[in-house]
């Protein structure tokens, strides 16, 4: 089994930064995605970055421009470095994996850490 460990949530205020990193250990056969989810209270789940194992990378429209994803394949960890952050960026945020193995594919989900942006 796979369990990811998130850290780096927190409260800032608008205009600030911060950085989540996502440490995925145990059984990884082969990771194809990582990436960061969110979601607000009242509010359906929206994929904020995902990086492939091929090194393309997808941000939503509202944080291109500030947030950026990243990885360190020898540590199997993803990172959100988050810039310019505005009150509407507070939400729950969620790592996602996204591995291969025994030829199928399995999503792990870390346990979220929340993210609050002042005005």
């Known amino acids: 089994q796979v369990q990811l460990v998130e850290s780096g949530g927190g409260l800032v205020q608008a205009g600030g930064s911060l950085r989540l990193s996502c440490a995925a250990s145990g059984s990884i056969f082969s990771i194809n995605f990582m990436g960061w989810y969110r979601q607000a209270p009242g509010k359906q789940r929206e994929l904020v970055a995902g990086i492939r194992s091929d090194g393309n990378t997808n941000y939503a429209d509202s944080v291109k421009g500030r947030f950026t994803i990243s990885r360190d394949n020898a540590k199997n960890t993803v990172y959100l470095q988050m810039n310019s952050l505005k009150p509407e960026d507070t939400a729950v945020y969620y790592c996602?994996?996204?591995?291969?193995?025994?030829?199928?594919?399995?999503?792990?989900w870390g346990q979220g850490t929340q993210v609050t942006v002042s005005s």
């Open positions: 996602n994996v996204a591995t291969i193995e025994y030829a199928r594919g399995f999503n792990y």
